[in-house]
């Protein structure tokens, strides 16, 4: 895949944050986090998926033409594909404001199981919200110091944490939507339009990561003409279904050399490549190194 970009897993650090922002509707996005003082700001959208906590009072975003008002002391969370700016501050406490941001690769986020709910309510434009007592104040630390480390271990850490919170989430709360004056999700969390069909699609695409299905099969599983449907596929999420569907795939490659021992070849076949040079291949175009290297960074 020449068209993208090598890069690692770790972004850059506060003051590259312009890398990250400016209207990038891309979906293969690096992680990245920090802790500053909110301030105003323009409008901006991005290919992550956008955690805020704020301490010490309360800020208010736009989304399009609605305004939301970020809580304090709650994690909440949103598509930041959707443009968004930050329109006003109350602090509280002056001398304790202050917002922990991190930016979390879409692509990961999808290939998260079971928070279906969550996925869909996301891409149709929710701004949602953590309670308190599942997203404890220690949190955003514990996750800053992980992402300082640049360990890898560190970061599949936290990575697996975020996904059990989700979970936790999806399972014991009614999940709120702030844009939508703390609507409760549905538990279809289904919507009409273009998202649906885009969603779908994304679920198909998930759920047959181990088969080398075509993106004219996933396409068609939308209900729409494929050639439609994919040109819809890449308006909403700004990249090529052929292109989510290979970082998927690398995505799950990656998952099994992690956790378990089986072969790079064996990692391959089982993650849908159709064989281990064209997972060599695509491997190294994004990660910029080969498969052998992430085994041998495993911790022990």
């Known amino acids: 895949m020449p068209d993208l970009p090598v890069r690692s897993v770790f972004g850059p650090e506060d003051a590259d944050r312009p890398s990250f922002v400016g209207g990038k509707p891309v979906v293969f996005g690096q992680f990245a986090m920090r802790r500053f003082v909110p301030v105003r700001h323009g409008l901006d959208w991005h290919g992550h998926v956008e955690f805020n906590w704020l301490t010490g009072g309360e800020m208010t975003y736009r989304f399009e033409t609605d305004k939301v008002v970020l809580p304090e002391g709650q994690m ?9 700016q930050t329109v006003d501050l109350n602090p509280v406490q002056a001398s304790n404001y202050q917002l922990t941001n991190m930016y979390f690769p879409l692509d990961v986020f999808l290939s998260f199981r079971g928070i279906g709910r969550i996925q869909r309510a996301l891409l149709s434009g929710a701004v949602l919200v953590v309670p308190e007592h599942l997203a404890i104040r220690d949190i955003p630390g514990r996750w800053h110091q992980d992402y ?22 999806s399972i014991e709360e009614s999940i709120k939507d702030l844009r939508n004056n703390f609507r409760p999700v549905r538990d279809d969390g289904r919507q009409s339009g ?11 695409v998930i759920q047959n990561t181990s088969l080398p299905v075509s993106t004219q099969e996933i396409a068609t599983i939308s209900g729409l003409n494929a050639n439609y449907a994919s040109n819809m596929f890449k308006k909403t999420l700004g990249i090529t279904l052929k ?21 790079v070849s064996e990692a391959a076949f089982q993650a849908g490549f159709s064989s281990a040079s064209q997972f060599y291949d695509n491997y190294k175009s994004v990660y910029g190194s080969v498969p052998s290297d992430l085994r041998q960074a495993r911790p022990a």
């Open 76 to 84: 909440c969370f949103f598509w930041a594909g959707i443009p968004h």
């Open 148 to 169: 300082q480390s640049k360990d890898l271990g560190r970061f599949e850490c936290l990575t697996m944490e975020l996904h059990a919170l989700m979970r936790r989430l």
């Open 194 to 204: 273009p998202t649906e069909h885009v969603v779908r699609m994304i679920e198909a």
């Open 243 to 263: 292109q989510f569907i290979v970082r998927m795939r690398l995505i799950r490659a990656r998952e099994l050399l992690l956790s378990s021992d089986v072969s």
